[in-house]
């Protein structure tokens, strides 16, 4: 009786304390430890061996946690964990954007486990020469803070190298602790942002700031995340005088010239190749591409598209036409992974396969470059690279996938057929094949002796015995689980 | 990865060879006449000493580097004499020595072929060679018998013999243009830089030329030989005074070993027939052959599902057959077309946009500068020399004959290199891009290039890069000053240079 008496008592101390309490190291920050396991994309059914990802993360308020995606990307297994009690409960993501590089995690089975945590409040408030602290523990769970000067931002990529940000540089030293992925940083204790790099040769850090976060979650709080927009445009810079003159530019100060649209974009609907875009938002853009931030001066125009405004917002752009000046109106749209021809990232979720008679087709996407290794750029076939620099070539066609055999397994029904790979599929039983579904549906309903399958290249045609791909797919499935994933 | 094949003229620098064959003679001098017979018995087998120009695709304006080597070579018929042609490519003077003779004989090459790597040399002066008795061509060895290769390589300056076994007998890459198949016969007699173009001897005839072989950390004792096939095949050619190079089916095909495929096609399975995958637009089966055709016969000889046929009790390559063909000639085919037997067939010709990957020699490479920026044409020796890595060229290179570029894009112009100056100091990030359009001409040749910045559009010339939609704009009243400017300052004597008339590889019809 009297020890039970006593540990409600210190509960109620805990509570008591929390309510008055300043976020602090110990009582703010947790520790996340995640198993990641990715799928193999050479062998679609399987998944790659886990690796485990220890690192921190936020105290947000109603028992949420902040993090980087990256601590939870391809996530099979989440523990949160008190640094100074070493109690530990599972938790499971509540939302994620990998462009943005952020997560919000729960405690899945304990709703109270972080009851007795304070929340940070966020702290939009960053400029040159503020002094912040990134938050760590000691293996023993000692808080350990150090203080870093911020130096300046940039636009630049998180960990996807396609989705650029704003990006803060803070100077100084910090001292590497075991499970430490990502430090939150705080600013007079309230959260600034999340360390999500740290050079030791430099001591530079780069620091994801509040105010993506705050975006982030602003954006989560009606149910419906949009996303962070892009407009969709490739621009050039207009610094080279004869060029200004040929825009008829000489009158106007700054502006970048636009130089690619990207179908079904935002700026699909209001720009135009050729076209020069002098002010967003009633920012103006330089002849580089900048405009002023009062706070970070000189930064990309894609902060104003990206990193401001939500999607479904409108976007004023001021801009020169033909030599006369206009201003258009954009809705912001945001391309979701999917949208693409070829997926940009794929957390999560395996890449989309059927194994037909032991061919496997397979849908390209980026990671299945990634199996070329680090110069994929110059060592992926050529055919796939120019489908992913240039996917409207495909897209005019009307593919919302590119199908590619992948490879072939030695059986009765590919003999002869072994050395395929890597071939975009064009036609099956002679249905176009745009995406995986299509070509699942083109050979499930055919009712053929021979599958009749088409490739864009060498060797152009090849036939499968239909009754022989029947029985060798059986076998196939009961070795490997399963033959095919179609979402 | 295809280990590395060497050539084997002996790249050095002429002028110490020169001082080498000096002191030899004088050392060699009573010794020499004790072995007359030996000289008599080895005089139709001659040292070929080369010195040559090799342009720099870098600086296309410039006459090339200096280089030389030597090789060997043999006579064939009066005042004939085979050698490889890598051992003359880009040569600017070719002189020929002569067993226990330290007097070079300035020769000139009358027919050089890149495409099977043989060269016919002639002297100036043929005095010296009066009363040699010329080589006879043989046939093609068998397997496991003694070969001689005899000629002028490393390691000393006087004739040299090895001997070895016939190893095998195989199609295979011919190095020179790097993208030329033929017959090959490796043999294990040591075969060394300078053996290049010597003959190969059984029994007192030649049965090949000594031509490749491995640097030996990839292999050892194989060497290579052109077999006499190849070499018939280029005296006869030849014959009307000049070379009309290798014709080609130009198509691709595919094994038929599924059994599906074959059931599919409506073939019995009976191991007869290989599939068309492609056959190239432009190429002597263009419109004759197409997509998923089987191909049951060439010449009357039934072609094996894996490609092969039988030739003089051999199993083949079946482009065999073809490989002893001329442009003209005519070949059967027998076909399999929607499950119907079909005679045709196909007139053979050369397919001109293979030379795009080909390594090429004895051309000053082609170009347009304009106001520092330089326009070349693409194809094998611009992609090394630029070490081009851009994806967009890189696969017009790779796709120019199968995916037929060429019908809008005869040549692919690209921007290679663009020399600083005050006209173009923003155009540095243009480099290595395609030229679309260049005042509003569409670009199919680098002629249109010239003539369309000739001719100007306005007080702007303007450049479209394909894929690009920001062009490259130059002030035309600015641009006299700079080109002047420019070819002074980086030394271009000539701001273009468009080739002869006559180029090997020239564009056909439709430019």
């Not at chain 1, 509040?210 to 810079?237: K, M, R, T």
């Not at chain 2, 479209?464 to 002047?484: C, D, F, T």
């Amino acid at each position: 009786m009297r020890s039970l008496a006593l540990a409600a008592l210190a509960t109620l101390l805990a509570a008591t304390a929390t309510r008055g309490a300043q976020p602090s190291p110990a009582k703010s920050v947790v520790r996340v430890n995640a198993t990641l396991q990715a799928y193999n994309q050479i062998r679609p059914w399987e998944k790659i061996a886990p690796t485990t990802r220890l690192g921190l993360g936020a105290v947000i308020g109603d028992g949420k946690i902040l993090v980087t995606a990256q601590m939870v990307t391809d996530a099979t297994y989440i523990e949160l964990e008190k640094a100074d009690t070493s109690a530990k409960t599972i938790a499971e993501v509540v939302a994620v954007d990998y462009e943005a590089n952020l997560a919000v995690l729960q405690p899945s089975a304990d709703p109270d486990f972080l009851a007795d945590r304070v929340p940070f409040e966020l702290e939009t408030e960053l400029r040159p020469g503020d002094a912040v602290e990134a938050w760590q523990f000691e293996s023993n769970g000692t808080p350990v803070t150090t203080e870093i000067e911020v130096s300046k931002a940039e636009i630049g990529p998180y960990f996807l190298d396609t989705a650029f940000f704003l990006k803060v540089q803070a100077n100084g030293p910090v001292q590497y602790r075991s499970g430490s992925f990502t430090l939150p940083v705080a600013k007079g204790g309230k959260l600034a942002g999340l360390l999500v790099s740290y050079s030791s040769k430099d001591q530079i850090s780069h620091i994801l700031p509040a105010p993506i976060i705050a975006h982030f979650l602003a954006d989560l709080e009606d149910g419906e995340y949009g996303g962070f927009p892009n407009l969709g445009v490739a621009y050039a810079q207009t610094l080279d005088g004869q060029f200004r003159k040929y825009l008829k530019l000489n009158g106007a100060k700054g502006g970048v010239f636009v130089s690619k649209v990207i179908p079904n974009s935002s700026a699909a609907a209001g720009l135009k190749v050729g076209d020069v875009i002098l002010s967003i938002a009633g920012h103006d853009i330089d002849s580089r591409g900048n405009y002023d931030h009062p706070v970070w001066g000189k930064l990309s125009l894609s902060h104003l598209v990206r990193g401001q405004p939500f999607t479904g917002d409108t976007v004023e752009i001021g801009i020169l036409r033909d030599g006369e000046r206009k201003d258009i109106a954009l809705k912001l749209l945001r391309r979701k992974p999917e949208d693409y021809l070829i997926d940009p990232y794929m957390f999560d979720r395996g890449p989309k396969f059927a194994i037909v008679g032991g061919l496997v087709f397979q849908e390209l996407t980026m990671p299945f470059f990634q199996l070329f290794g680090k110069d994929w750029q110059t060592r992926a076939p050529i055919k796939l690279l120019m489908a992913q620099a240039n996917p409207e070539m495909y897209e005019e066609k009307g593919y919302r996938k590119l199908v590619i055999l992948t490879r072939a397994i030695p059986t009765p029904a590919t003999l002869g057929y072994e050395r395929l790979s890597t071939l975009i599929v064009t036609e099956v039983n002679g249905k176009p094949i745009h995406d995986i579904g299509d070509l699942v549906e083109a050979t499930a309903g055919a009712d053929v002796a021979q599958h009749r399958i088409e490739f864009e290249d060498y060797p152009k045609l090849i036939f499968l015995d239909a009754d022989l791909s029947r029985r060798v797919d059986a076998t196939l499935e009961q070795r490997f689980g399963t033959i095919r994933r179609l979402d | 990865m295809r280990p590395h094949i060497i050539l084997l003229s002996a790249a050095a620098i002429l002028q110490p060879q020169w001082a080498d064959a000096e002191g030899t003679r004088a050392a060699a001098g009573p010794a020499a006449k004790a072995e007359i017979s030996n000289s008599k018995k080895y005089e139709a087998i001659v040292r070929i000493e080369c010195s040559s120009l090799n342009p720099d695709y870098r600086t296309p304006w410039n006459t090339g580097r200096d280089s030389g080597g030597n090789g060997t070579g043999w006579l064939v018929a009066p005042n004939k004499f085979v050698t490889n042609a890598h051992v003359v490519s880009n040569s600017r003077i070719v002189y020929i020595k002569k067993v226990g003779d330290a007097k070079p004989y300035l020769a000139k090459i009358l027919h050089i072929a890149h495409d099977c790597d043989l060269a016919m040399l002639e002297l100036e002066d043929p005095s010296a060679f009066e009363g040699v008795e010329p080589f006879e061509v043989g046939g093609l060895p068998q397997l496991d018998t003694t070969v001689k290769v005899i000629g002028y390589p490393i390691g000393g300056e006087r004739i040299s013999i090895t001997s070895g076994v016939v190893s095998r007998i195989d199609f295979l890459n011919y190095s020179h243009s790097s993208v030329d198949q033929h017959l090959t016969i490796q043999i294990d007699a040591a075969i060394n830089p300078g053996n290049s173009g010597g003959p190969v001897l059984q029994g007192g005839k030649v049965v090949g030329v000594a031509f490749q072989g491995y640097s030996g950390n990839v292999a050892q004792n194989t060497g290579y030989m052109i077999p006499t096939p190849v070499i018939r095949r280029f005296l006869k050619d030849v014959e009307d005074g000049r070379y009309d190079h290798y014709v080609d089916l130009s198509m691709s095909e595919f094994t038929l070993v599924n059994p599906a495929q074959r059931a599919a096609l409506g073939l019995p399975n009976d191991g007869i027939g290989i599939m068309v995958a492609h056959a190239d637009a432009d190429g002597s089966a263009g419109g004759i052959l197409r997509t998923g055709d089987v191909l049951l016969a060439i010449d009357g000889r039934p072609v094996m599902s894996n490609g092969l046929i039988n030739y003089d009790g051999e199993d083949v390559n079946m482009n065999e057959i073809v490989e002893r063909k001329f442009a003209g000639d005519i070949i059967k085919l027998k076909v399999w077309r929607d499950k119907k037997p079909l005679d045709t067939q196909v007139t053979l010709k050369r397919f001109i946009h293979y030379l795009i990957s080909a390594k090429r020699y004895g051309e000053k490479p082609r170009y347009v500068m304009h106001a520092g920026l330089v326009f070349q044409p693409l194809d094998r020796n611009l992609m090394t020399a630029h070490n081009i890595k851009d994806l967009q060229v890189r696969y017009h290179f790779t796709a120019y004959a199968h995916d037929e570029i060429y019908k809008e894009r005869p040549e692919v112009i690209v921007l290679t290199t663009v020399l600083p100056d005050a006209i173009n100091s923003y155009l540095g990030g243009f480099t290595q891009g395609i030229v679309d359009e260049v005042n509003g001409t569409k670009v199919r040749t680098l002629e249109d290039v010239h003539s369309a910045l000739q001719r100007g559009g306005g007080d702007f010339d303007v450049i479209k890069l394909l894929g690009n939609g920001r062009p490259i704009v130059l002030e035309r009243s600015r641009v006299a000053a700079a080109q002047k400017r420019i070819q002074e300052k980086y030394n271009v004597l000539r701001d273009h240079y468009l080739g002869d008339a006559e180029r090997e590889g020239a564009p056909p019809e439709g430019r």
